[in-house]
């Protein structure tokens, strides 16, 4: 009997999510790395291929938790890189409409279609319909659960510790 048997399956099943985000946050690194932009900046390409195929950038904003000009910089960047297109939006002249380029999803889609692909032959050889039903329905409510305590984060006022923002460290006294 291995040790990882032996663990009670609610901790075999928090060591497998935490090694399983560990290893999504690995890949969206060297993706990002790749295609030469920051993860943040991935995340905001993420969400245009696979959430909101267009988006206004307030809406970008909301998403990445972002101010309005930071959100413009980002836009920026990658429109500069010729991954997105800012169009004028079809009925109101004062917002703009922000999708991914036809080019950037062919890039994309190469780049991680071996993964999804790989992906779902292993499920479909490895699983039965209800067993995926049931891990569907887990990475559902995973999912959901963490946007409540992202929501939850973003509302708490930032931690001021001793690095960049200039604040103390916990513990730390004054001089």
Known sequence: MTAASQQP???RLGEAT??????????????ARHLGVNETDLRCLEILLQELPEASPSQLADRLGLTTGSTTALLDRLEKAGYLARQAH???????????????QKTAYALMA???????QMIA???TPDQVAVIADFMDRAAG???RHIE??????RARTGGKAGGKVAGQTAP
Request: hydrophobic letters at 35%.
């Open 9 to 11: 399956p609610q901790h």
């Open 18 to 31: 935490r090694a399983y985000q560990a290893a999504v946050d690995d890949f969206d690194r060297e993706l």
């Open 90 to 104: 079809p009925t109101d002249r004062r917002k703009s409409v922000i999708r991914a380029t036809p080019e950037f």
């Open 114 to 120: 071996p993964l999804v692909d790989e992906g779902q």
């Open 125 to 127: 050889a490895e699983f």
């Open 145 to 147: 659960l963490q946007r």
């Open 152 to 157: 939850q984060l973003r509302a708490m006022p």
